[in-house]
């Protein structure tokens, strides 16, 4: 299967086209004019032009050569303009287009889904699944290595359900990716790398299991339709190729396909439809807001809801367990207070668990400090934030100040002139006395005018 996938990646690639050669140009002209050269073959008729080709003088092979370099411009014209990477544009433009189809086709899904449930009156029991995965090695840019995968069942009103969790032993890396995959455990899950690796080593029995489960969370929905499972879109590639590794080893293949779908946008339609059901303002709403806050992640550090194996270790941030319970609670934590759905432990948030410590706000009194949790709509959000941010601007634009008021001006005022220093209006008197430049002709007296009598 990895060597398939290299040779469509390298099939993808075109080499330029070969120049033509004048030469050749005629021998296949001497081969359609001659009876002598039809009858030959392309090497003996190339064996029989030799001699007469060296004969020929330079005049005689121009046609020829000009008849060559015509035939690369055409050959240039007729193929296509090609990347940096040797990819023609049209191919990659292709691929683009496709990519852009799956997006919209994605999108298209995620509406009909809720926009199903919201019209049955019964989008707070819509039930969606939830799943990740954790990755050895990555073979490629489509093929990953697992090496744990996680999946749960989640419903506004029920929370979440069920859930299936499995460590996965591949038992072999590909050579030279140990450290590689060493690296990547190490900053990540810290899962013992192959063949020490734990969990289920039957890839197909545990793709024909995860199948069981995720037909099983499947209503309503025909037995051969695709089943959809949400992640988010860092981990959409990952999830695509795990579940392609795990397919190879299918002794019988199974038609059903699996779509991922992205977690965030489905988090946006299902808030937006949330709040219209609810009659609340959604003009604020909008990808990016609703993006801000899933990444706000305020259930990182719970314990309680990871695997055995993560929370031995405090790495249950990348457990896959942790990952799919933490969604589940960060849905019911923006949209169960906009449906009035009372949430429960151990479904809508984490387990109770003993408090070590407290969070308090400097800017609340000590009698509001009894919140734990972040349950609140949208709208209650912003008017704390309204209450909280209460300042107005003032205008600087006006200043007014003296200069001889230490108060404005402290550093100019403490300043003393030198005593030797005269002021500038009695230099300006003792020396201009007899010749001010400044004082009209009018006011001024005969002896104070002084004439130049050597220009007339």
Request: net charge negative; charged share 25%; with cysteine.
């Amino acid at each position: 299967m990895i060597v398939a996938y290299i040779f469509k990646i390298s099939n993808n690639t075109a080499m330029p086209p070969k120049k033509h050669n004048a030469f050749m140009m005629f021998v296949m002209e001497w081969r359609k004019s001659s009876a002598e050269g039809r009858n030959l073959t392309i090497p003996q008729a190339v064996a029989h032009c030799g001699e007469i080709w060296q004969n020929m003088t330079k005049q005689e092979r121009g046609p020829y050569t000009s008849h060559a370099k015509d035939a690369d411009v055409l050959a240039r014209a007729k193929k296509e303009p090609m990347n940096s990477c040797g990819q023609t544009i049209s191919s990659v433009e292709q691929e683009e287009r496709a990519e852009a189809e799956k997006q919209m086709q994605m999108k298209r899904d995620i509406d009909r889904i809720v926009l199903r449930g919201k019209a049955q009156h019964d989008l707070e029991n819509t039930k969606f699944i939830f799943a990740a995965f954790n990755y050895f090695a990555k073979t490629n840019s489509s093929i990953y290595i697992p090496a744990e995968f996680a999946a749960c069942l989640f419903s506004l009103r029920s929370g979440k359900t069920s859930i299936y969790s499995s460590l996965i032993n591949p038992g072999h890396l590909i050579f030279g990716q140990s450290s590689e995959s060493q690296q990547h455990a190490e900053t990540t899950h810290q899962l013992p790398l192959p063949p020490s690796a734990m969990g289920e080593s039957d890839m197909g029995r545990l793709y024909s299991n995860i199948l069981e489960y995720l037909r099983s969370c499947q209503t309503n929905e025909k037995p051969n339709d695709p089943l959809v499972v949400f992640t988010s879109p860092d981990l959409m590639p990952v999830v695509k190729g795990c579940f392609r590794y795990l397919a190879c080893d299918m002794e019988d293949e199974d038609e059903q396909k699996i779509h991922v779908y992205d977690i965030q946008y489905l988090f946006y339609v299902l808030k937006s439809e949330v709040m219209e059901i609810a009659d609340l303002p959604k003009q604020a709403i909008n990808k990016s807001v609703t993006d801000s806050l899933f990444a706000k992640d305020f259930f990182e550090y719970h314990s309680g809801i990871a695997c055995q194996y993560h929370e031995d270790r405090d790495r249950s941030k990348y457990c896959t367990q942790s990952m799919v319970a933490r969604w589940s609670y960060v849905f019911s934590d923006y949209m169960c207070g906009d449906l009035a759905i009372k949430p429960l432990p151990g479904k809508h948030l984490p387990p109770k668990q003993e408090s070590k410590f407290k969070v308090i706000n400097p800017n609340l009194n000590a009698d509001d400090t009894g919140m734990d949790t972040s349950f609140a709509s949208f709208s209650t959000i912003q008017s704390e934030l309204k209450q909280e941010h209460s300042f107005v601007p003032t205008d600087h634009t006006a200043f007014s100040a003296s200069i001889e008021n230490a108060v404005d001006f402290p550093s100019l005022n403490g300043r003393k002139t030198k005593a030797s220093r005269q002021p500038l209006s009695n230099h300006r008197n003792a020396q201009e006395t007899k010749n001010d430049w400044n004082v009209p002709a009018s006011k001024r007296s005969v002896n104070e005018t002084e004439f130049d009598m050597s220009r007339h």
